[in-house]
């Protein structure tokens, strides 16, 4: 199967070309495809395209802009005769916007992305570790890819620096931001075949909805790191409430021979308010280029560490 990468047009089988108009509007061009004639990779230019059965248009989704190039990219490989085109968008733009929150709003992923995204027919819409099952039921030909990947390629990182007298499985626990996280981290743990503590996190609010308190119901560490799992990192304000609460309670770490770390996995790193206050209370973060690539100048004042995953 040939793709077309908008996100890295390095990589893109099919080449392309993007063209943007003095009023806003956005136009993809194709303009050569791989021939397949020989084992040598030449790009033959139309009329002679040998025009490829089925396409992956690789994009971000996270914004109206990446739809539009989406949109144009899949009417230009119609007009050239592809029959079956797949999309694989890892972040889906308004992923948590899964219901009607107040009356006089709408459904944003039922009634407005979902039904555009249908209207263009694709084989099939991958979704890397999607926040709500809505998003399931809304998009047709859903595929979704889970956060295994991820967490392995983190997991084995923080392993390289932890004792290795211990198996690497025992020496942390996971921890879930919400009940509503819980029985991804539940199915997780038993694809990577960890069968440690598993906390699950809570959150107090008043009257208006608005958060008052963080409960983290956790009291003896052992001196296992702690590893919270979600998938969508926006501002951070709900990893930095669970975090200063894992700070606070870590007051006997001493009887340690070394502090624990407080490790954050995200698949999606949106990290709207940059790393400042997440700095402050994490040791190592690991998140997918999914959302953006992160760029060292972002990272100027951080001092741990953040890690991409390449999903592209």
Known sequence: MKTLNLVYPEQSDIKYRIDKFPDGQQ??????????????????????????????????????????????AVKSLRNLGVKEIHLYTPYFLGSRSDRQFEVGSNNYLKDVICPIINSLNFESVTVLDPHSHVLEACLNNFRKVDNKRLVEFALREIHENSDEAKPWKDQFILVSPDAGASHKIYKLAEQIGYKGDIITCSK??????????TVVPIDKFNGKDLIIIDDICDGGATFINIAKELRNKLNDYTKFNTEPKIYLIVTHGIFSKGFNELSKYFDGIYCTNSYKDIQPLDLHNFKPFLKQLNVF
């Open 204 to 213: 107090e609010r008043n009257t208006e909805g608005k958060v008052t308190k």
């Open 27 to 72: 136009q993809v061009t194709i303009t050569s495809v791989i021939s397949v004639y020989s084992e040598t990779i030449t790009y033959i230019t139309y009329p002679n395209w040998e025009i490829p059965k089925e396409v992956t248009i690789k994009s971000r989704l996270n914004n109206f802009t990446d739809l539009e190039l989406i949109i144009c």
